[in-house]
């Protein structure tokens, strides 16, 4: 009985202790660790294209125990062109993107807008290349504030609030032990017809 309770106790300070060196971290260590989970700044800088999937969901968080399906697209061309929406197969719906300014693209009635305002900044807010406000986020005029943990998909993740150059603002969040942005969250007006949404974006399966 006694070796049983020694031994949970031992796991029981040995997690607390995990946790403790979890919470210890700067938010300036987390996002260097960050950067480095990715392949490190010289190779992040090397990058020309990239393509993103994973889960986006509109009208709030994603709700608990939802299978992650990686069934959203966007794909991005330096310096400036993401294009959401999988060319294989087409969404006739609708399709967006930006190249210097915001546009999209809707099926039905088959034409191209080029949008402003709110809707126009949120797809620009999306033409951040990699899709991650951490990287050179100095350089960028980006604010950050580690604002704790929270628990994404049953994984312990640093709660990351981000205010972009332009006064926007999203949380993003970092899994403790990959150090891989696994969601993030925001509210913007995000297309050129609607009222605001909230939104929640889930990445996986990096390559």
Known sequence: ?????????ALTLGAAAAAF??????????VQKHVDAIGGI??????????IRGMYHEGGEIPPGTPIVARNYMAFLRPCSPVIGDPAP????????????SWESYGDPGVVIRTVGAAAAATRHTAEFLHDSLVDYRENGTKLELQGTEKIDGKDCYRIFVTLSDGFRKYL?????????VAGRGSAPIHAF?????????????Q
Do not use: C, W
């Open 1 to 9: 009985m006694s070796l049983r309770i020694y031994a949970g106790l």
């Open 21 to 30: 060196a979890q919470q210890a971290l700067t938010l300036e260590q987390i």
């Open 42 to 51: 010289e190779k992040i800088h090397a990058l020309k294209s990239l393509v």
């Open 90 to 101: 087409p969404n006739p719906d609708l399709r967006e993107g930006f190249d210097g300014s």
């Open 173 to 181: 969040f970092v899994d403790v032990e990959s150090f891989m942005i």
């Open 194 to 206: 609607g009222a605001p949404v909230t939104t929640e974006g889930r990445f996986l399966d990096y």
